[in-house]
């Protein structure tokens, strides 16, 4: 963990512990933008859901070897509940591919 060096009055230094910054939502945002501009495959989105998102949002499920669209639906409303924003649009594309698919 980082940590901001914080000065007081008495011009005594200390850190300041910042771990919600290395939370999964705060860092998916990031590298989310570049993975956009590839092309959308189901089982990748899958994957990466659980990369993400696997212990925030997605703990009651287990990932499938060769996932179909059954199986991406079920992880999307867990995405959408506790994934933050990020998540939410990753069930968004999930979604859309598996929409695509039918």
């Known amino acids: 963990m980082t940590g901001n060096t914080v000065t007081t009055r008495e011009n005594r230094e200390f850190v300041i512990m910042l771990p919600f910054l290395h939370s999964p939502h705060a860092t998916t945002g990031l590298a989310m933008g570049a993975e956009e501009t590839q092309t ?3 089982a990748a989105l899958y994957r990466l859901a659980f990369e993400r998102f ?4 997605l703990l009651n499920n287990r990932p499938v070897n060769n996932p179909g669209p059954r199986d991406a639906l079920a992880i999307t409303h867990s995405l959408r509940t506790h994934g ?14 598996c929409r695509a698919a039918d």
């Open 84 to 97: 933050g924003m990020n998540g939410r649009r990753l069930a968004e594309r999930i979604e859309t591919l």
């Open 40 to 42: 959308d495959n189901l």
């Open 54 to 57: 696997g212990t925030v949002a």
